[in-house]
């Protein structure tokens, strides 16, 4: 995909592994990019330690400060009108979750310090479009596609998760995992609305990892083209997978290449 100079790619969740992984390759490509951040110098730290520079992301990316629950923060990540000139976002990334935490109980031992993170983000970035679209009909020409970071074990489909697994998938993380399932029936539901002209996305892609390991450092993956890939009905099967390729593998496959030859899919990845 050709990206001209004033397209940009939003992000959501960037100080996240695999979201950051995939900002940091955006950045490098010479791509422009925004991204919601609660503590801004948190998200340039972790650019720096990746060797992006301060003129890069000067140049590059806007960080717009703020939360998943300031919509108007969320409108500004989405959406630029400078000179007059409304431009939205070709793509979202958004990899937003929760902080896992343990509790006493046998059939639920981890739960997230927030429970609906994923739900609320998207409902709220569905929310932020829908006023943009209102406030500026000219953006409707020019809907902006998103990919979301989700997770195997949660298809109604086939079994993705491996037999080793299966309890601490399906019993363990019930809870994170029941709030990644409601993100994708938000994401679809809207899709599939018979009238084109209330369709908040141009197309979607729900990438769902196997268990993720290390952390975002690009320099520390195992290799993106390495990765198993699967789809829903013929999922790819394994244990593990490094947050810095599967933050690659999205840039590659998906910000590259515009993402159209995976519209509609849920794409598993593990090693």
Same mark, same amino acid.
């Given at each position: 995909? =050709?990206? =001209?100079?004033?397209? !940009?790619?939003? !992000? !959501?969740?960037?100080?996240?592994?695999? =979201?950051?992984?995939c900002l940091v390759h955006t950045l490098n490509a010479g791509l422009h990019a925004t991204a919601l951040a609660r503590t801004p110098s948190k998200l340039t730290d972790m650019l720096h330690a990746q060797g992006?520079?301060?003129?890069t992301i000067d140049a590059q990316l806007t960080i717009i400060k703020g939360d998943i629950a300031d919509i108007t923060a969320i409108k500004s990540v989405l959406f630029s009108n400078k000179d007059g000139n409304a431009i939205i976002a070709s793509q979202i990334i958004s990899g937003v979750g929760g902080t896992p935490q343990m509790r006493w109980s046998i059939k639920k031992p981890v739960t997230i310090d927030n429970p609906e993170i994923c739900a609320t983000t998207m409902n709220n970035i569905m929310k932020a479009l829908r006023e943009i679209y209102t406030e500026y009909p000219s953006t409707t020409q020019h809907k902006p596609s998103i990919s979301v970071i989700s997770t195997t074990g949660i298809s109604d489909v086939h079994e993705d998760v491996p037999y080793g697994f299966k309890s601490f998938y399906h019993v363990a993380l019930a809870d994170p995992h029941k709030d990644k399932k409601e993100m994708e029936r938000l994401i679809a539901e809207n899709m599939a609305e018979a009238d084109e002209s209330t369709q908040l996305f141009r197309g979607f892609v729900?990438?769902?990892p196997s268990l993720l390991v290390g952390d975002q450092n690009i320099k520390k993956g195992k290799g993106w083209e390495k990765l198993?890939?699967?789809?829903?009905d013929k999922p790819a099967v394994g244990y593990t997978v490094h947050r810095a390729d599967v933050g690659q593998w999205i840039f590659e496959q998906v910000i590259k290449s515009g993402g159209e030859s995976y519209f509609g899919q849920r794409i598993t990845l593990t090693n």
């Open positions: 995909m =050709t990206y =001209t100079s004033n397209q !940009f790619i939003a !992000f !959501f969740g960037a100080t996240g592994g695999c =979201t950051n992984a992006v520079s301060q003129s729900a990438v769902r198993k890939v699967g789809q829903e």
